[in-house]
């Protein structure tokens, strides 16, 4: 033998040697090769939801809202991402400060805004605000539930 011959002899050799080691070593350590190449990488767990900013997101999840943290005010019903910007513009950065507010001090800060923000109506934003600060999720969907664009129906 010799040329290409011998070397498809060689390569079919060293194959069946390198199945062999790969056998033997399978049964030394109690795995065989078949259950080697089906071994599956534990998944990976999700990481746990963020708790130092005091939100209890899985529980917001439950009831329906997507937080992404204390000063996502759209969550409000009646506030929207210019009305959200507006309010964190003018230091209300938190379901906490929205909460602590008066029905006028919110209003004076819709009429600084200018025309476009003086239609809306935060009756209810300090209560809804209130409950999400206390992470009462439930309680503001059902109170959103009640609401017209952030305002009780009549």
């Known amino acids: 033998m010799s040329g ?10 060293g194959a069946l040697l390198g ?3 790969s056998w033997l070593l ?8 078949t259950e080697v190449a089906r071994a599956v990488p534990a998944p ?6 963020r708790t130092t900013d005091g939100i209890d997101y899985a529980a917001a999840r439950a009831a329906g809202f ?3 943290g204390v000063d996502n005010l759209e969550v409000i019903e009646g506030i929207g991402p210019a009305i959200a910007n ?3 513009n003018n230091d209300v950065k938190s379901f906490a400060a929205l909460a602590a507010m008066a ?3 919110i209003q004076a800060i819709l009429n600084k805004g200018g025309s476009r923000f003086q239609v809306a109506n935060p009756e209810t934003w300090a209560e809804q605000a209130a409950l999400a600060a206390a992470n009462r999720w439930a309680d503001l969907r059902r ?9 009780r129906r009549v």
Do not use: H, T
């Open 4 to 13: 290409l011959g011998c070397c498809i002899w060689w390569f079919l050799f």
């Open 66 to 68: 997507v937080v992404s």
């Open 143 to 151: 109170l959103q539930d009640e609401l017209d664009a952030g305002v």
């Open 103 to 105: 029905r006028p001090s």
């Open 86 to 88: 507006l309010l964190r």
């Open 19 to 21: 199945w062999l080691a």
């Open 26 to 33: 399978g049964k030394l350590i109690g795995k065989g090769p």
């Open 44 to 49: 990976v767990a999700a990481p746990a939801p």
